[in-house]
């Protein structure tokens, strides 16, 4: 069974949009006073450091945080063809910085429904992209994984639109299991992590409630402590838990959010 890490994704302040002024120093700083030892930042808000992987290694260093993965998305929902060049010169870039922290993934955001057309072609171009994507990373020595989300014309939100993906994707394509999107998506937990247990790099830890509405963590319908036991001992699994918080009561307060969260996994022995 795999040694647990605990991180925190930025997300819950990249949600409050031009409300959040702030950088990434600022993300830093809350993410390791909230007690986490890893942080997964996005291309949204990794600010000047895009370009300076070597300062942002050193600032993780001082606060004792490591870089869990690197997130980002596009605005084609990795389903354009003709984006997909494009798509994959960024995936090279995020790769490229990546590599400079290691053990770090680079993790790309769901394929979305961006335009009308057949939904098996999307998933189609979706996994290139990804099948690609994986390959500039195995070059590079840094593994690249999905993140399904169950947000506005989504791709992959139930268990059949999981499945319609990953029987395309190539074995090295990871997974990044996110336990709200999962429930958000109508789907029987324990099911969706054993069917593709040999994927899971990581896990995105969230919660929701009985309706699909966003939930501080333990105060939904997650098993928390069912999810961690059962992912430690997928076969990849690389032992770290990421905290992501998208509640209407997080975005009031997100470094008070995240220090409660941590506490909530610490009660539950984690």
């Given amino acids: 069974m ?57 600032t993780l260093a001082d606060a004792g945080l490591s870089l869990v993965s690197f997130a980002f998305g596009s605005s084609s929902g990795f389903t354009l063809p003709d984006r997909l060049a494009p798509d994959l010169d960024t995936a090279r870039r995020w790769v490229n910085f990546a590599a400079h922290f290691p053990g770090a993934l680079v993790s790309m955001g769901s394929a979305t429904v961006v335009c009308s057309g057949a939904r098996a072609d999307k998933f189609e171009v979706a996994a290139e992209c990804y099948n690609r994507a994986a390959e500039i990373g195995r070059a590079a020595g840094v593994a690249v994984a999905v993140h399904p989300s169950s947000h506005h014309n989504t791709l992959l939100f139930t268990r059949e639109d999981y499945d319609a993906l990953f029987v395309r994707l190539d074995p090295e394509v990871g997974w990044v299991p996110d336990t ?80 409660a969260n941590r506490e909530t996994l610490r009660a539950l022995g984690y």
Avoid at 197 to 207: A, E, F, N
Avoid at 222 to 251: K, Q
């Fill in 2 to 58: 795999s040694e647990l890490h605990i991180g925190c994704q930025t997300f819950i302040w990249e949600m409050l949009g031009k409300a959040w002024t702030g950088g990434p120093d600022d993300l830093v700083r809350a993410i390791a006073a909230g007690g986490y030892s890893g942080i997964e930042i996005t291309d949204t808000m990794i600010g000047d450091y895009a370009g300076k992987p070597g300062a942002f290694a050193r």
């Fill in 180 to 259: 709200g999107h999962i429930l958000r998506g109508g789907q029987r937990m324990d099911d969706t992590l054993a069917a593709f247990r040999d994927r899971i790099r990581y896990v995105h830890l969230k919660d929701v409630d009985a309706k699909g509405i966003w939930a501080m963590l333990g105060a939904g319908a997650c098993d928390v402590r069912g999810v961690i036991e059962t992912v430690r001992d997928a076969p990849r699994f690389n032992g770290w838990i990421v905290v992501e918080e998208e509640s209407d009561a997080a975005g009031q307060d997100p470094a008070a959010a995240v220090r």
